[in-house]
């Protein structure tokens, strides 16, 4: 006898947009809820279809593969199609070890009744302007929603910080480099009378710093 899996979800209306996906039961972490089913589209093919609906030219059924590849639910898709955005999602999608599937995994225990919700997290290639980014407005409405189902590139505004701050502190540096500089080019050449054994002293740290000089050339060959 072939006993067929219960499904744990279901699609419906959603007061969040049109139609969604819910789950029919509970949902533990961790499970593979379905595969985002489509046909497999280059870039170039997918920049060149129209719009799914030309009065929400927006809409999107794309899902974006790390080979740049584009799974297109609007064709030969499933169920994962209607699965609506959210900036606090309780779903992410997995790729499999070869990248060419995407399946649905729930991030924590999801309750029955639940809507499913993923970060589209859109990838589009063109400068984020706030007019794209409202072309793509997002009405998850939790508290951290960003406003837009597009990804933002959160990282490169931390590398930029980063890289600000590494600029103030070389700006810092040269900074006191220049005064230390300035008072070096000022200060007479030797202003001390040399007092009886520094003459000897001297010597001691001439052969003293030679020692060390060899040395560290030795320490360097030796790694060659
Ligand atoms: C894959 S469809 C999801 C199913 C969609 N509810 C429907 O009935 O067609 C993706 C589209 O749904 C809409 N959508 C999904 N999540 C949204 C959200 N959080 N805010 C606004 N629109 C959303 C957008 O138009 C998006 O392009
Ligand atoms: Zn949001």
Redesign the pocket.
């Given at each position: 006898m072939v006993t067929r899996r219960q499904p744990w979800h279901l699609v419906k209306a959603?007061t969040?947009?049109?139609?969604?996906v819910f789950a029919l039961r509970d949902i533990p972490a961790g499970t593979r809820i379905l595969q985002y089913a489509g046909r497999r589209l280059t870039s170039e093919q997918a920049d060149a279809l129209h719009p799914v609906n030309p009065d929400?030219p927006?809409?999107?059924?794309f899902f974006a593969l790390s080979s740049g590849k584009i799974i297109d639910?609007g064709q030969r898709g499933n169920d994962s199609?209607?699965?609506?955005?959210?900036c606090e999602p309780n779903c992410e999608g997995h790729e499999n070890s070869d990248g060419t599937r995407v399946y649905i995994v729930a991030m924590r225990d999801i309750a029955a009744g639940e809507e499913l919700?993923y970060d589209?997290g859109l990838v589009i290639d063109e400068d984020i302007t706030a007019e794209l980014k409202q072309n793509?407005?997002?009405?998850?409405g939790v508290p951290s929603c960003r406003g837009t189902?597009i990804a933002v590139p959160e990282p490169d505004n931390k590398r930029e910080a980063a890289a600000q701050e590494l600029r103030a502190a070389a700006a810092e540096l040269q900074a006191e480099l220049d005064a230390a500089m300035a008072q070096a080019s000022h200060a007479p050449l030797n202003t001390t009378k040399d007092k009886p054994g520094d003459k000897a002293k001297t010597k001691k740290k001439e052969k003293k710093n030679k020692k060390d000089k060899d040395k560290k050339t030795k320490r360097k060959k030796g790694k060659q």
């Open positions: 959603s969040l947009h049109g139609k969604g929400d927006f809409h999107t059924f639910g199609r209607w699965i609506n955005h959210c919700l589209y793509y407005r997002c009405l998850c189902m």
